[in-house]
């Protein structure tokens, strides 16, 4: 059985009839489901609801103008498509705000048939909508790239729980993308107009953790000098992320338990209780079920937020995406500021038979770093082993290295970027692409400390 797929949509926003029928007459050879509006309020409500895949949106409308109406839209998280402004009369100064705000092109009117087509037709091959497309085009955008068949099956749920409000819970190695699969499921559903609160619940100190989530009023314990609403509250009607949910301590799980049933949230010290109006999405490195057996996760809480598991697969089990990958962060840090524009054969083959424990994190750090220290037009492997980025070396005869040496090439990078940081554990962690949680893991196994600063064995 072939699986159906939904037709693009196009939202068109002029306060002309004329031209809304003429755009809406043309477009049908595109085969787009066409949405109008005659003003920017009905297109701010229309961007909403039907979640364009493509905008043609006037500058002179009756009410707001077209950039104001543009800006809105970036600031509400619904310009996650391409956009392209119409106006009689473009200047200068009016196509560089346009520019900076992420429109994709002007069209000036009046305009041909065959011009509207032409310009409509390269944005879409460029932004990959098609129907033919194996993979959503919001996704790359966002930094969702890749096309192997973990990565689709991945993209292809999150498509289907974005606009239903069942209770997601993500799984996957720090640096796989968990917050920003979040932030997908977020950004294309019905709340992208809502706030998105993010919560690192490994980073909230035990004495303050209640209060962060759930608020407090004035004199609910020693120091709370003035009431709090807590992150549950202030995202209203948008998305709050538990990040690391399996690090909240058991008493905590137990009132967060309470809050998902009962949708009611109480500030500490307070006899009110306000509705939760938000969605939450839970997040952890590992899998929660081992936490539950050992006692330390609650399993009713995991019932609760397990609704639908979602899992990221590590980097190093979608070798295919690595080149997409590292093309997409070449593009977003190269810059007239470096000279490397591409990456050679053999920099790309050593990327690809890396492991990366740090994922994509780690990745995207080792591109941004790479392109710093390139002076030519390629980027080398010379400047990818300055990271001492030991490859994997994956043997067709000789068979896998073993696990020890493997250790040694990963203990002998943490020192080196120890060192090269001045035992910054922070900004370490950021290089190496891992979190500060996993470099204290990962000093304490390999018994690294500051005695240790200058040996590299």
């Not at 039907?50 to 949106?57: A, E, G, N």
């Not at 977020?186 to 035990?206: K, N």
């Not at 807590?230 to 799980?253: M, N, S």
Request: aromatic share 6%.
């Amino acid at each position: 059985m072939v699986e159906s797929r939904r037709r693009p949509s196009m939202l068109i926003v002029d306060d002309e009839p004329s031209v809304l029928e003429l755009c809406k007459w043309v477009l049908k050879e595109l085969d787009f489901e066409v949405c109008l509006a005659k003003s920017g309020k009905e297109c701010l409500v229309s961007a909403s609801s039907v979640r364009p895949d493509f905008i043609l949106l006037d500058v002179q409308l009756p009410d707001l103008d077209g950039l104001a109406v543009l800006e809105e839209l970036v600031q509400k998280g619904l310009a996650h498509c391409p956009v392209v402004m119409m106006t009689g009369s473009p200047t200068v100064d009016m196509a560089v705000r346009a520019m900076k705000l992420g429109a994709k092109d002007f069209l000036q009117k009046p305009f041909s048939n065959q011009k509207l087509l032409e310009i409509v037709r390269e944005h879409m091959k460029t932004e990959r909508i098609w129907s033919g497309d194996s993979r959503p085009h919001w996704a790359e955008r966002i930094g969702l790239v890749g096309s192997s068949e973990k990565m689709r099956s991945v993209l292809k749920l999150v498509e289907r729980v974005a606009w239903n409000d069942v209770t997601i819970m993500l799984y996957g190695e720090s640096g796989t993308g968990k917050e920003l699969i979040a932030r997908s499921i977020h950004s294309i559903g019905s709340r992208a107009s809502e706030p998105f609160v993010p919560v690192d619940c490994s980073a909230l100190a035990t004495s303050i953790i209640e209060s962060e989530l759930f608020g407090h009023v004035k004199g609910a314990y020693t120091g709370a000098h003035g009431n709090r609403e807590g992150l549950l509250r202030v995202a209203g009607k948008g998305t709050v992320f538990l990040d690391e949910v399996g690090e909240l301590p058991l008493d905590v799980q137990a009132k967060l338990l309470r809050v998902l049933q009962e949708k009611v949230v109480r500030p500490l010290g307070s006899e009110e209780f306000y509705f939760l109006e938000a969605r939450v999405i839970a997040a952890s490195n590992r899998e929660l079920q081992q936490a539950v057996r050992e006692g330390k996760f609650r399993e009713d809480l995991f019932y609760r937020l397990n609704v639908i598991p979602i899992h990221l697969p590590p980097l190093r089990e979608r070798r295919e995406d690595i080149p997409a990958l590292a093309d997409f962060f070449l593009k977003r840090y190269s810059s007239r500021a470096y000279s490397a524009v591409r990456m050679s054969a053999s920099a790309m083959q050593f990327l690809v038979q890396f492991d990366w424990p740090g994922n994509c994190r780690q990745l995207e750090n080792a591109v941004q770093r790479a392109l710093v220290l390139s002076d030519e037009d390629e980027i080398q492997i010379s400047h990818l082993s300055q990271m001492n980025l030991t490859p994997n070396a994956r043997q067709s005869v000789a068979g896998d290295v073993s696990s020890s040496l493997l250790e040694s090439a990963e203990r002998q990078t943490i020192v080196q970027v120890m060192n090269q940081t001045g035992w910054n554990k922070r900004e370490a962690a950021r290089l190496l692409g891992i979190s500060k949680t996993t470099l204290y893991a990962k000093l304490a196994k390999f018994g690294i400390s500051t005695e240790g600063r200058q040996t590299l064995e």
